[in-house]
Every structure is written in structure tokens, then in C-alpha cells.
């Protein structure tokens, strides 16, 4: 470690809330003549989510292409919405930490998102409290383009607008922590399902985030 921490980067996913894929796949199986695991196959292993997830498809354009794929005439956008966004539920071992962060260290977004997800997750408690300002929010979909990619946190690093090595980012996926790692940035590997506060309030403690410590 190196350094005094100034900017906290916060990946959304299986860090401030939890989700699961495998509820839209049954969800969309209810419309369609494919089970929930050859659903999953041709959205999200076929590559479509990644377009969306890129802003290379509206959400009108990336619904019409989901009912051609899938066969799914009869789903309407209001329900196609709710089945793709409704998915998340609040981390609450970060909501009972963001507040206690010095008010001095930014905090920032990061995510490799849609519009959809992110309609539904901006609702969420922390995100209005402690993340209200657009320019946390450093989205795939917005910048098109997504983590490990190395534009999405060079973006995240200028709107901190301090040196990477004074940010610490949180993401659960090993790999996106290294390619900040690889920036000179700092990096802590944490996901909500199996990770404790306890664990997560030691770490932030090893790296004397201000106002991380437990007793604040």
C-alpha cells in the first residue's frame, strides 16, 4: 500500500447490491419455447448483454432483439422491464459503512451496467444519499465500454481527480481488480456472498481509509 486514501471506487455488483441472472433467465422462459439455462445461453453467453451493457443498443433496440432471439412475441417492454431490471437487493453491511468514510474521500460508481439495471438500482438507499451527483457515476453503459477494459478506469481515476495509487476500489471479480492494480491503482477483492463486514472493516482499517475504522 501506498500512500494516503482519497477516493473510494465502488463497483455496484455483488458489492453495494446483490443480483442474480438466473431469475430474468425464468423469468423470460415464461415467455418463450427455451429453458431458463438456453435463455442464459443466448443472451448473456451469446454476447447481446454485452452490447447493452456497452450502450451499443438502446433498451427499446436491445428489447426487440431479446423477443427475436427468444421467440417471444407476446412479452410486452413493461413486462420485459421488470423481469430484466427487478433483480437486486441492497448490501446492507456497505449501507451501515458508506456513512462512517471521511467526508473528505470521494466516492465514486463503477460498473459494468444497462440503463434497465441502473434504473432500478439508482433507487436503492445508498445510491440516493451518498452517490446523487452524475459524475459518480462511471457506467458502462454511459461511457461504452466496460471493466477489465482499461478506458472505463482511467475515466473513473479523472473524475476523482487524484493520482490512481489514492484510490481504492472494491469490485468481487479478481481479474478487475488487477487491471486497476495494473493503473497503480489500489484494489480489494469483496463480494457480498461471501464476504463478512467484519472482513471488509479489517481491510479498510489495514489501509487507514479515513473514517473507515470500526469504533467511528
Not at 46 to 64: H, I, M, N, P, V
Not at 124 to 139: C, E, H, K, R
Not at 158 to 180: C, Q
Not at 192 to 213: A, N
Amino acid at each position: 500500500m501506498t500512500g494516503k486514501i482519497r477516493a473510494v471506487l465502488f463497483d455496484l455488483g455483488r458489492v453495494i447490491v446483490n443480483f442474480d441472472h438466473a431469475q430474468i433467465c425464468h423469468g423470460l422462459a415464461r415467455f418463450c419455447p427455451y429453458q431458463a439455462a438456453e435463455v442464459h445461453h443466448i443472451i448473456f453467453d451469446g454476447g447481446l448483454e454485452r452490447q447493452y451493457d456497452e450502450g451499443k443498443l438502446t433498451s427499446t433496440e436491445f428489447y426487440a432483439e431479446v423477443l427475436r432471439r427468444l421467440h417471444a412475441e407476446h412479452l410486452s417492454y413493461a413486462e420485459f422491464a421488470t423481469i430484466w431490471g427487478d433483480i437486486f437487493t441492497l448490501n446492507a453491511d456497505i449501507f451501515s459503512l458508506i456513512p462512517r468514510l471521511d467526508p473528505q474521500v470521494k466516492r465514486l460508481l463503477i460498473s459494468n451496467t444497462n440503463e434497465i439495471h441502473w434504473q432500478y438500482i439508482r433507487k436503492f438507499a445508498p445510491i440516493v444519499q451518498y452517490f446523487s451527483d452524475p459524475q459518480q457515476w462511471v457506467l458502462s453503459f454511459a461511457v461504452q465500454t466496460r471493466k477489465p477494459d482499461t478506458r472505463i478506469y482511467t475515466e473513473a481515476i479523472r473524475r476523482a481527480g487524484v493520482a490512481a495509487r489514492e484510490i481504492l476500489y472494491l469490485d468481487d471479480i479478481p481479474a478487475y481488480a488487477e487491471a486497476f492494480r495494473a493503473l497503480q491503482g489500489q484494489a480489494i477483492v469483496y463480494d457480498c456472498r461471501f464476504h463478512s463486514r467484519e472482513y471488509l472493516e479489517k481491510l479498510l482499517l489495514e489501509w487507514d481509509v479515513p473514517g473507515g475504522r470500526k469504533d467511528l
